[in-house]
Nanobody
Framework: QVTLVESGGGLVQAGGSLRLSCATSGSFFSINAMGWYRQVPGKQRELVADITSGASTNYADSVKGRFTISRDNAKNTVYLQMNSLKPEDTAVYYC???????????????WGQGTQVTVSS
């Protein structure tokens, strides 16, 4: 009932920038927390940044000062602006939202399909 569609990934040289978008659609009562995670082969998926319905944000130490998470509630979309990209940022980036569905007013977590970000040196 709730789907997330990501866009904005790609190949960029070190020092460059990318902007990821994740649009949420479906039958939901409200969208609560929204966030971005990333995963590389052989490693656990890790939190990059998240943002609450009250617009408070949290970032992994490795991206503080370089990445900015934001949300547009009118468009049900969360963004991740990534600046000063490093090769270490190379990963599959996943959008995740927690939404209260309209069917039973229960909160569930949902994942986007993932988008590849590759930073070359």
């Amino acid at each position: 009932q709730v789907t997330l569609v990501e866009s904005g990934g790609g190949l960029v040289q070190a020092g460059g920038s990318l902007r990821l978008s994740c649009a949420t659609s479906g039958s939901f009562f409200s969208i609560n927390a929204m966030g971005w995670y990333r995963q590389v082969p052989g490693k656990q998926r890790e939190l990059v940044a998240d943002i609450t319905s009250g617009a408070s944000t949290n970032y992994a130490d490795s991206v503080k000062g370089r990445f900015t998470i934001s949300r547009d509630n009118a468009k049900n979309t969360v963004y991740l602006q990534m600046n000063s990209l490093k090769p270490e940022d190379t990963a599959v980036y996943y959008c995740r939202v927690r939404a209260t569905v309209a069917a039973n007013r229960s909160e569930y977590g949902y994942w986007g399909q993932g988008t590849q970000v590759t930073v070359s040196s």
